[in-house]
């Protein structure tokens, strides 16, 4: 790994005089303001937080280190996670051997097959790939080289240990659990001719490999790599990660988060409730019948998934990058058809209700219909495929904080009574 470590090294250096200079001439300036909705809304939209490998514009959706994710579409995952760490695209040898660093490192311990094998039947696949992580956490080159001592200027090589392992055996245990959750037979054997987001479809062994399946995987992993640091996820991963707190401990902690309905389970429930209106009208809705579906499940105080965001207030390009992908893979698809006449009806739906700040779709709003289209039906497993990419960037995140030696996160909470006080 020497050619990304001294990349790294270099870069981080870089930075960590950069921020010296910002810190000793502007450290005490004020740069924004809260307000008592922002403090009840939970830090919402304060800019409180240092991320390099990418930001979310309301208005533009995704950058990865500059680059808008529309235009990194072509790259494999590996490419994405150098980039993310270092901010340009590796070279024809910096990416060999990167994936040969990937297919090294991708041997699992067989106490990981035991631990899901202990788990009950209907476990929830998360739950499933939150476990076999953390069951992992005694391999922890970080947490065994903390013990003897390591010095903090350190700590960034051994989380770029724990990372590389961590990403290369994902894949394996991933599509494990779906071949297992779903009784789709034995283990598969990962085939070294394959990179990495093939191989994890060839592991799934749920479509032909001939087809757009491993295309539509490399798509899927570069798409959800990374969405700055302030989400859910990725910011229960950075405050575990900043107690020192080794990486199978905070990505884990981080993809729970991404387990929750309104975060990566999104995409489950997505899927979930396009099949639901299909089935009510017997096959692909017509806009007016979708609007209607669409009115009720709001009136009936529930969200339709898929719609709406956070940061976003523009159609996500991560969306748009899905469509463009299925109109050109799967444009008869009924699910897919579906897809774009929610497209069409939702939006306008949500507009009447002024409270909805995004009526436009985010980035698991056509993701399953995709998956569907090539035989992975089971939309539970979903999210575990945004874990697995998400994990490429929750990584580099945890590796530059260390790189820059970013102290212990600690906000500070106010009681009610000291916010009646600061308002009155
Ligand atoms: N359908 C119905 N109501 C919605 C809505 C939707 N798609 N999106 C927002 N609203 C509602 C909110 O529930 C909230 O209602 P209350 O005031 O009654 O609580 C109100 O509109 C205001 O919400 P907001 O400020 O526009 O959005 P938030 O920042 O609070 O929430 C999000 C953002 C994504 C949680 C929300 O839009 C949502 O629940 N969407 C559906 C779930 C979804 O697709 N999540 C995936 C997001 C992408 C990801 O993180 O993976």
Redesign the pocket.
Known sequence: MVRLKDKLAQVLAKQRQELQTILKDGGAKTVDQVTAEQIFAGARGIHSLLCDTSSVPPDKGLIVRGHPIGDLTDLLPEEIFYLLLTGERPGKAELEELRAEFQRRGKTPNYVWSVLDALPDDTHPMCMLNTALLSMQPDSVFARRYEDGMPKDQYWEATLEDALNIIARMPKIAAWIYRKRFKKGPRLDSDPNLDWAANYAHLLGCADMKGGFPKLMRLYMVLHCDHESG?VSAMTAATVNSALSDLYFSLSAGLNGLAGP???L?NQECLTWLMETMKKHGGVPTVEQITQDAEET?AAKR????????VLRVADPRFTAFVKFGKEHCSDDPVFKTVLNVFEAVPKV?MQHP????PWP???AASGSLLAHYGLKEQNYYTVLFAVSRSLGICAQAIIARGLGQPIIRPTSVTTEWLKKACS
């Open positions: 989400n309104l975060h990566g999104a709001i969200v339709v998934p898929g719609y709406g965001h956070a949500l409270k909805i700040k995004n985010n980035v698991d």
